[in-house]
Nanobody, 121 residues
Framework: HVQLVESGGGSVQAGGSLKLSCVVSEYGYMRHCLAWFRQAPGEERDGVAAMWPGGGSTYYLNSVEARFTISRDNAKNTLYLQMDSLKAEDTAMYYC???????????????WGQGTQVTVS
């Protein structure tokens, strides 16, 4: 079982920045593709960014690629999402997620965090 605990959400004005953190249980951190998803009310849950074990390969949703950065701190078993130049359309619940081999799409995810709200006004 993989446990994921997010933190760092909040409210920010358009153009501002937030950094999300996700502490991952050690077994999951080393063996799983890790990702950030988001879901706005009435919308599907979309993959925002993903990083495979080792940190060499990444994926970004087109609309965030120039503004968001996914990273890992292996010493802390922690996944991050740095979000810059935030827009109102980035408002959503953000979820940390783990998939055994892939993690860009919701159907590839085996484990979810509880979510953290990001509101951009």
């Amino acid at each position: 079982h993989v446990q994921l605990v997010e933190s760092g959400g909040g409210s920010v004005q358009a153009g501002g920045s937030l950094k999300l953190s996700c502490v991952v249980s050690e077994y999951g951190y080393m063996r799983h593709c890790l990702a950030w998803f988001r879901q706005a009310p009435g919308e599907e849950r979309d993959g925002v960014a993903a990083m495979w074990p080792g940190g060499g390969s990444t994926y970004y949703l087109n609309s965030v690629e120039a503004r968001f950065t996914i990273s890992r701190d292996n010493a802390k078993n922690t996944l991050y999402l740095q979000m810059d130049s935030l827009k109102a359309e980035d408002t959503a619940m953000y979820y940390c997620a783990a998939g055994r081999f892939r993690c860009q799409q919701a159907q590839t995810i085996g484990y979810w965090g509880q979510g953290t709200q990001v509101t951009v006004s």
